[in-house]
């Protein structure tokens, strides 16, 4: 694993490599070398290296796209990643037909070494599942291809709903545009909101998207000139701080709780309840980042109201409590021994855990 000191001769940056497979979709292949490409520590140093690498050697890949690609790295790459990212390709083969990896597939990830982080990016979990990085665990992909997946692979726990599922050492994302959520989601764990943050801003895009990806399914919906929740959330957001029940989140459409509460899981795939408790640890994150407000103060600012339930919903959704968050993500500060995505990091893998609590927050805005 790389190690992020600062003042270290020694520094190295967390090494990503992206793996191009024939038939890749380049807006994903893209995506990596956008979000991690950009961070950079105080001294101006990238903290991420991004490499792409093919399954033969250097050569061309093709892409689903009227052009290839030049890729510059053979699979030897990998056995020096400390994180593997798979993009989705269409072209496959046994791999999404019958859900066996081809005799180049396997041995090129068998170059990984243990404990190397994984993730995928749509149906680049077909290439986990198959290799068995997913058996037994949580994992999710494009919405049109979770019942297909679910049945090839049935030790796999999918979960359609979510952009994304962090499960530790191992991560899967959506479709497509979910790819940029799960990268974003690994720099926030890697080093923090305020560095995931200023990437998302660099790159046009939101830090957090509301919702999970059933709201991209086709099924019924509400008319859309009939009236959403968008105002009340935005009404809700600034006034964190303050007791919020969910007929006043009502009263600002104008609706009965029953019918918010319907519109409202429809908009943004939980409810109103889960999603007001995900602003709120968000913003403690941000605040024990980014202030030197105490713990009381921060549970009072967002609304939890003691430092007891501020701990305990930090510890539900984070796995850590609010004093060894701040240790970890103190904005501008790095434990000398941090190493993204590893052990101590004194937490990082621990900020965000393999836990039902971690995938009902990539399920919203907290990423």
Known sequence: MSVVAEGSEDFRPHRVVVLALDGLLPFELGIPHRIFGRPKDERGRLL????????????????????????????????????VIVPASYELGPVFEEGRLTGELATALARIRPGTRLASICTGAYVLAAAG????????????????????????KVDADVLFIDDG???????????????????????????????????????????????YI??????????????????????????????????????????????????????PGQWLTQQRVERARHLLETTDLSIDQVARETGFGT???????????????????????????RSKDMRPGGQNVSTARATLPASASARALAKSSTG
């Not at 053979?74 to 994180?83: R, V």
């Not at 990085?133 to 796999?156: C, N, S, V």
């Not at 990437?199 to 830090?207: C, F, H, K, M, S």
């Open 48 to 83: 991420y290296e991004v490499v792409t690498c093919s399954v033969r050697p250097p050569g061309p890949v093709e892409t689903d796209a009227d052009f290839a690609v030049h890729v510059p790295h053979g699979p030897e790459a990998l056995a020096e990643a400390d994180t």
């Open 133 to 156: 990085y997913l058996d037994g665990r949580p994992a999710t992909t494009h919405w049109r291809d979770a019942e297909r997946f679910q049945r090839m692979f049935p030790k796999i």
């Open 169 to 215: 050492d191992v991560l899967t994302s959506a479709g497509v545009a979910a790819g940029l959520d799960l990268c974003l989601h690994m720099v926030r764990r890697d080093f923090g909101t305020a560095v995931a943050n200023e990437v998302a801003r660099l790159t046009v895009v939101p830090p957090h998207r509301d919702g999970g990806q059933a709201q």
């Open 218 to 271: 086709h099924r019924p919906v509400p008319d859309p000139q009939l009236a959403t929740t968008t105002a009340a959330r935005a009404w809700a957001l600034g006034r964190l701080h303050e007791p919020i029940q969910l007929r006043h989140m009502a009263e600002q459409e104008a609706m009965s709780v029953r019918t918010f509460t319907r519109r409202f899981r429809e908009e943004v795939g939980v409810s």
């Open 307 to 333: 430092a007891q339930s501020m701990r305990q919903h930090l510890q539900q959704a984070l796995g850590v409590t609010p004093t060894a968050y701040r240790r970890t993500f103190r904005a501008g500060v």
